[in-house]
């Protein structure tokens, strides 16, 4: 027979006697209890003497809280995978296993706690609203047998949860709509620094309505609604959201929110104090933090109503950047069109002053057209790169009018197919493609100046669509094309002055020291390899004077 000490006996001999190590016994060894981690963190709160009936206390509000927004009727209304389950659920138990995969409340946890925690703070803060049971299942073949244990004992036992008014609370989702519960929502920011994780934002609008006290405590669940967290643009898709400062609140009573608004205005803010400096006397310590920190409520419909303001100011912004840029690069064409001028004649005419009135003479000759050749021999050299320079000036072009679904990959081949040709030019020449998915325009970052000047010209002069977001090849335009549909080719400029510092500013100091660096390679190797063919042909033409054309091989010398 296996040994049987009673419970209350054991605890009083280990209390009366000091421990001795354990003997090694030739009958059934029984292994030393392992503490668990609830046991331990049970132990750590014990010598926090107080403060651990004060946590413990406000972690089961927390929990029955987000039980709560977890099965209320805007969660109801408005998630189709927790409603679908709600329906089909046998007299509206749900386990807390399925709530836990469809409510995005409990997503807010740092970690699951047992279902059993999630029981005593159901009974003890919300008895009168839901109500658990522990689900008892018939145990399965594997727990018996042993074969594949860790799967189905997953799916055994556990607890359920049901609202009380299940079958009322499913009629009103059904049969409400999204205008109803905006009318019930606000927005509300600068919420202070203690208060911005959702249970503890539930306590502080419950704090600020005064449903703190006794005779509120029972409407005070079911007034608040939804609590969500907005997300951030920089957010990657699935994660939920952070704490930031500000959120929406949805009530179940309108005047909720009206009140809300009313007390805490978005213009004027509320003051913390009286103009005397004393503090409001009807001001809790919450209220008193909600002022001093600047919280201000405004109506989900207003909020509306700036969002378009700000969007509608953006696109009048945006479009008369992109109309200046545009009447910009058409001035810019059309002087290119009218042919490469002399440096001469074109210092002469920004010289002379010039008149509406002016008209050229009879008896002046015109200016005579130079060729392309004779153009780049007559242009002025670009100013050498300095080693030290921040950023390799001359390098960045600025591009409008791609499609918005495109991607870096097909830019870089599109730019590279019309301006540098073969693709392994196109990777030498086009260093980095600065888009974000979504916008129509994006900076090129080009490994040298004159390749830069090569890519504004080639889609300077032949107009180019993109199509779609996956095409590297583009539409050229034709030359009788109306001019709104011209309007829509990429248009390429270089990026000069403040607006290339600024850019350049933004970029990490080893990139920048890396193009400053790959910049000055591929001016100097463009100069060595001209210089070095000029070289080699005079020096043919010199040595080979008299014997044939052919070079004559000098001996190097012994020492």
């Known amino acids: 027979m296996f040994p049987f000490v009673p419970r209350k006996v054991a605890q009083q001999a280990r209390t009366q006697r000091p421990a001795t190590p354990a003997t090694a016994s030739t009958s059934a060894t029984v292994p030393a209890p392992v503490p668990s981690p609830e046991t331990a963190e049970r132990s750590a709160d014990d010598a926090k003497g107080k403060r651990r009936t004060t946590d413990a206390i406000a972690q089961d509000e927390d929990l029955a809280a987000l039980l709560w927004l977890s099965l209320s009727d805007h969660s109801l209304s408005e998630n189709v995978n927790l409603r679908r389950a709600f329906a089909s659920a046998d007299d509206g138990w749900i386990p807390l296993s399925v709530l836990h995969r469809h409510s995005p409340f409990l997503a807010h946890l740092n970690r699951n706690p047992p279902e059993s925690t999630f029981v005593r703070a159901v009974r003890a803060h919300a008895p009168e609203l839901l109500e658990v049971r522990m689900r008892v299942s018939a145990p399965h073949k594997a727990a018996w047998y042993g074969s594949d244990s860790s799967s189905a004992t997953d799916d055994l036992g556990g607890y359920e949860v049901r609202r009380k008014d299940w079958r009322d609370a499913l009629s009103r989702a059904r049969n409400s709509t999204r205008h109803e519960w905006d009318l019930r929502t606000v927005y509300m920011e600068c919420i202070p620094l203690a208060h911005r994780a959702v249970p503890q934002i539930y306590r502080f609008i419950a704090s600020l309505l005064g449903l703190t006290t006794p005779e509120h405590i029972a409407t005070t669940t079911t007034r608040i609604q939804c609590i969500t967290l907005p997300s951030h643009h920089l957010d990657r898709p699935g994660d939920a959201p952070k704490p930031k400062g500000f959120a929406f609140v949805t009530f179940s009573d309108e005047a909720d929110a009206a009140r809300l608004a009313t007390d805490w205005p978005w213009l004027p803010r509320r003051c913390p104090s009286t103009p005397d400096g004393k503090t409001r006397p ?222 350049w500013s933004k970029v990490p100091e080893k990139v ?48």
């Open 282 to 503: 009807e001001d809790t310590s919450l209220a008193h933090d909600a002022a001093k920190f600047g919280f201000r409520v405004i109506r989900k419909a207003r909020w509306d109503e700036l969002k378009e303001e700000y969007l509608s100011y953006r696109q009048r912004l945006l479009d008369q950047a992109a109309s200046k840029s545009s009447r910009a690069t058409t001035s810019m064409q059309h002087a290119d069109a009218r042919g490469p001028r002399s440096a001469d004649h074109m210092r002469d005419i920004t010289e002379r002053p010039q008149h509406a009135d002016a008209k050229p003479r009879s008896g002046e000759p015109s200016p005579p057209r130079l060729s392309a050749e004779d153009s780049s021999r007559n242009a002025p050299a670009p100013a050498p790169l300095d080693p030290a320079s921040s950023f390799p000036p001359g390098c960045l072009v600025y591009v409008r009018n791609v499609h918005p679904e495109t991607n870096k990959t097909t830019l870089k081949a599109l730019f590279g197919a019309h301006a540098f040709g073969s693709a392994a030019a196109a990777s030498s020449a086009l260093d980095y493609v600065d888009y974000s998915k979504g916008m129509t325009s994006c900076h090129l970052r080009l490994s040298a100046p004159s390749h830069a000047q090569a890519l504004v010209s080639a889609f300077g002069s032949h107009p180019i669509v993109q199509r779609q977001g996956l095409d590297d090849t583009g539409a050229r335009l034709p030359d009788d094309c109306p001019e709104d549909e011209r309007a829509t080719a990429i248009s390429v400029e270089v990026v000069q002055g403040t607006r290339e510092e600024l850019y």
């Open 512 to 559: 920048r020291r890396e193009a400053v660096r790959k910049a000055i390679a591929q001016t100097s190797s463009q100069g060595g390899d001209g210089t070095g063919e000029v070289a080699d042909g005079d020096g043919v033409a010199a040595d080979g004077e008299g014997q044939g054309g052919k070079r004559k091989r000098k001996r190097r010398k012994k020492a």
